[in-house]
C-alpha cells in the first residue's frame, strides 16, 4: 500500500525566509503527486501537482515542488513567506492501477506558521 | 454553484443514529470522492465513484457505512448506528477524471462536520 510521509507536524519560519515542508511517499510504481493547502475554516485547495514531465512543477502563490524520484520525495518550497500563507499544507500521492482514477493518499499535515 | 457542496454543514447526532451526508459535486464531474478528516490528521479516503457504480470502496471502514450516486451526481453517504469515534468531518471532492486517464486536480466542498454524542 503506498504511503506518504510528511516531516514535520508544525513549522515556524518568519516572514520573507524560505519555505520549506517536506513530503515523501512509498511507491513501486511512478506515482501522481500533490500538495493541498487548507486554509482555516475554508475546503482544500490544490497548490500544484506533479503527473508526468518536468520534475519541478509551479503552483500557485509563489510555491513550487520538486520530484525526486532517487529520493522519494516532492518537498514544496516558497522562496519568501507571507503572513498569508499561515495553513495547513497536505502532500498526496494518487497511484494509477489498471486504468482510472484512484483517490487520494495524504499525508498527517503540516502546519506552517509565520512569525512577523 | 460552482464548486462542490456539501449539506448539512454541521451535524450532531446521538449515538446508535442513523445519518445521511450529501455532496453536490461540479456539474458534468464523472469522478467523486468521499474521505474523511478526523481531527489532526490528513483526510482518509473512504470511497471513489466514476459514474454511477463505486470503483472504489476499499476505504470504507465497515458495512455501517455506504455511499450512493444513483444518477451520476448527486451522492449521499449513509451512516448506520453511529458511533463516537465516527465523529470527524466529512469531505466531498469531485474530478472530471475520466477511466484510463491520469488524475486532474479533485475539487474538494468543504465538508460536513459530524459529531456523535
Known amino acids: 500500500a503506498q504511503s506518504v510521509t510528511q516531516l514535520g507536524s508544525h513549522v515556524s519560519v518568519s516572514e520573507g525566509a524560505l519555505v520549506l515542508l517536506r513530503c515523501n511517499y512509498s511507491s513501486s510504481v511512478p506515482p501522481y503527486l500533490f500538495w493541498y493547502v487548507q486554509y482555516p475554516n475554508q475546503g482544500l485547495q490544490l497548490l500544484l501537482k506533479y503527473t508526468t514531465g518536468a520534475t519541478l512543477v509551479k503552483g500557485i502563490n509563489g510555491f513550487e515542488a520538486e520530484f525526486k524520484k532517487s529520493e522519494t520525495s516532492f518537498h514544496l518550497t516558497k522562496p519568501s513567506a507571507h503572513m498569508s500563507d499561515a495553513a495547513e499544507y497536505f502532500c498526496a500521492v494518487s497511484f494509477t492501477s489498471g486504468g482510472g482514477a484512484d483517490g487520494l493518499t495524504f499525508g498527517k499535515g503540516t502546519h506552517l506558521i509565520i512569525q512577523p | 454553484g460552482a464548486g462542490v457542496s456539501q449539506t448539512p454543514s454541521n451535524k450532531v447526532t446521538e449515538k446508535g443514529k442513523y445519518v445521511e451526508l450529501r455532496c453536490d459535486p461540479i456539474?458534468?464531474?464523472?469522478?467523486l470522492y468521499w474521505y474523511r478528516q478526523s481531527l489532526g490528521q490528513g483526510p482518509e479516503f473512504l470511497i471513489y465513484?466514476?459514474?454511477?457504480?463505486?470503483?472504489?470502496d476499499s476505504g470504507l471502514p465497515n458495512d455501517r457505512f455506504f455511499a450512493v450516486r444513483p444518477e451520476g451526481s448527486v451522492s449521499t453517504l449513509k451512516i448506520q448506528r453511529t458511533e463516537r469515534g465516527d465523529s470527524a468531518v466529512y469531505l466531498c471532492?469531485?474530478?472530471?477524471?475520466?477511466?484510463?486517464?491520469?488524475?486532474?486536480?479533485?475539487?474538494f466542498g468543504q465538508g460536513t462536520r459530524l459529531t456523535v454524542v
Open positions: 471532492a469531485s474530478s472530471p477524471t475520466g477511466q484510463g486517464l491520469p488524475p486532474t486536480e479533485a475539487f
Open positions: 465513484f466514476q459514474g454511477t457504480g463505486a470503483a472504489d
Open positions: 456539474s458534468g464531474h464523472t469522478a
